[in-house]
Every structure is written in C-alpha cells, then in structure tokens.
C-alpha cells in the first residue's frame, strides 16, 4: 500500500518569512496530493490539492509542487501570518479510483512574531 | 448548504461497552470516509463505503469495529467492547463522486475517551 512520508515534524519561522513542508509517497500510481490544515481540537480543512498532470499550482500565498519522477510533493507558504499556525498534513490518493487518502505524520507549523 | 455532520461530537465509554459513532455527508455526496485519529497523529484510513455498500475496508480492524451507510440515514462507524486503545478522534469525509481525483470533506470529528 501507500506509504508517506513528511517533513519536518516540526517548523518555526519568522513572521513574514516563507515556510515549506515536503512528503514523499511510495506509490506510483497515485495521482491526487491533497494538503490539510488542522487547528487544534478542529476538523482537518482543505487548503489546496493537485493532480498528477500538472506540476504546480498557487493560490495567493500557497503553492504546491509535485515531481512525480521522484515521487515527491511540497507545500510553500510565503509570507507567513500568525494565523498560519496549526498542524499541516500531507495526503496521496488515486491508482484510478476512489481510495481513502494516506496521510502524512503531520507537520506544526510556528509563526513567530 | 450544511457541511459534513457528526455526533456526538464528545463520547465516553468505559471498557467493554459499545460506541456508535454517526456521520451525516455533505448534501449531494454519495461517498464516506472513516479515519482515526490517535493524540499527536496523522490521521489513518479506516474504511470508504457507498449507500449499501462497503467499498474497502483495508484500515479497519479485524474484529468489533464494523461500518455501514444505509439507504436512508447517516454512515454508523460502531466499535463492540471498546478497550483504552480505542480512545481517539474519528473523523468522517464525504466527497460527491468515487472516480478519484475529488475532494474530501470532512466532519469536526467524534472524540471518544474509553474510561
């Protein structure tokens, strides 16, 4: 099965400065990449996602990028704001049809001030 | 258009009794998704089901957890003779179609806490 793996566990930046968070995923049939953002005792939320025929994709200060050659995938965060802190996960889905996700160990991101 | 429900939202059992946890999908989505989440986790897949149907079950375990979607009413994710492990939050999602390639929605979650 699916296998993913993320990093770091842990991230603290400076406000204002960018964050990235990687993952890898052994499957290379997998073809949808999804990134969650939990606050805490809060329900997982959908920030931004990207399918395997494409490479990038940016939304405002977001962007996600995915090399499938080497079958990993990252998260950018620019320009970061205190309300940024919270937990990030990484997740792969797909081989074709409607697979639960396989989730990343999840990465606290710290803005600090 | 209400988002994905789920109660309770906070349930307490002590060990060996049942857990009945409810997942009411987005409107308009056929599909559901159970994941567990243990304290300071990611979250594990448990089980993707369609109205009547169990699609796959490869994250459940083997024994006292079972999950079902009927026609009418939300998704049950039940869990008999519950033990300490079992303390976690479980999430539900829904997404509108099973073709891949479709977000997932999910719920506040139920935390549960075995006594």
């Known amino acids: 099965g699916e296998n993913v793996e993320q990093h770091p566990s842990t991230l603290s930046v400076q406000e204002g400065d960018s964050a990235v968070i990687k993952c890898t995923y052994s499957?290379?049939?997998?073809?949808?990449f999804p990134w969650y953002k939990q606050e805490l005792g809060k329900r997982p939320q959908l920030i931004i996602d990207?399918?395997?025929?494409?490479g990038e994709k940016k939304d405002q200060r977001i962007a996600v990028t995915l090399n499938k050659t080497a079958k990993h995938f990252s998260l950018h965060i620019t320009e970061t704001q205190p309300e940024d802190s919270a937990v990030y996960f990484c997740?792969?889905?797909?081989?074709?049809?409607?697979?639960?996700?396989?989730f990343g160990k999840g990465t606290h991101l710290i803005i600090q001030p | 258009n209400a988002g994905v429900m789920q109660n309770p939202r906070h349930l307490v059992r002590r060990r060996g009794q049942e857990a009945r946890l409810r997942c009411s999908p987005m409107?308009?989505?056929?599909?559901v998704y159970w994941y567990r989440q243990l304290p300071e986790e990611g979250l594990k897949f448990m089980v993707y089901l369609q109205k009547e149907n169990i699609i796959d079950e490869s994250g459940m375990p083997k024994e006292r957890f079972s999950a079902e979607f009927p026609k009418e009413g939300p998704s049950i994710l039940r869990i008999q003779q519950v033990v300490r492990g079992d303390s976690a939050a479980y999430f539900c999602?829904?997404?509108?179609?099973?073709?891949?390639?479709?977000?997932?929605?999910f719920g506040p979650g139920t935390r549960l806490t075995v006594l």
């Open positions: 999602a829904s997404s509108p179609s099973g073709l891949g390639f479709n977000e997932q929605f």
């Open positions: 997740a792969a889905s797909g081989g074709g049809g409607a697979d639960g996700l396989t």
């Open positions: 409107k308009g989505h056929s599909h």
């Open positions: 499957d290379s049939a997998s073809n949808y």
């Open positions: 990207i399918r395997s025929n494409v």
